[in-house]
């Protein structure tokens, strides 16, 4: 059984920095692609970023475009979200996806493409 497990997440001013933390268990980290999405109250979630397994191709969210970065180390089993440069509209739940598959560019961005979901972390950037 897949688990899926983000951390990191927490209080922070704005132009302040958090980096979150994924851990994957019950499946061999390298053989998955994953992003991460995340959910303001009263909205729809939203794709953040997201790193194909192979090739080290990332995309970002027009949102967080020049602040945000994706990473990941297969030996730890670990998918990271480097935030930057906070704004108080980043506040939202994030959670941390994979799926197995190899999607197409187009749909990085739908968080139907993904079959695996943690929990979430809450961020809040708050003065």
């Known amino acids: 059984q897949v688990q899926v497990v983000e951390s990191g997440g927490g209080l922070v001013q704005p132009g302040g920095s958090l980096r979150l933390s994924c851990v994957i268990s019950?499946?061999?980290?390298?053989?998955?692609?994953m992003a991460w999405f995340r959910q303001a109250p009263g909205k729809e979630r939203e794709f953040v970023a997201g790193?194909?397994?192979?090739?080290?191709?990332?995309y970002t969210g027009d949102s967080v475009r020049g602040r945000f970065s994706v990473s990941r180390d297969n030996g730890k089993n670990t998918g990271y979200l480097q935030m930057d440069n906070l704004k108080s509209e980043d506040t939202a739940v994030y959670f941390c996806?994979?799926?197995?598959?190899?999607?197409?560019?187009?749909?990085?961005?739908?968080?139907?493409?993904?079959?695996?979901w943690g929990q979430g972390t809450q961020v809040t950037v708050s003065p």
């Open positions: 790193r194909k397994r192979t090739g080290g191709t990332t």
């Open positions: 019950g499946r061999t980290f390298s053989t998955l692609t």
């Open positions: 996806a994979a799926t197995a598959g190899s999607p197409i560019t187009s749909s990085f961005r739908s968080s139907s493409t993904f079959e695996y």
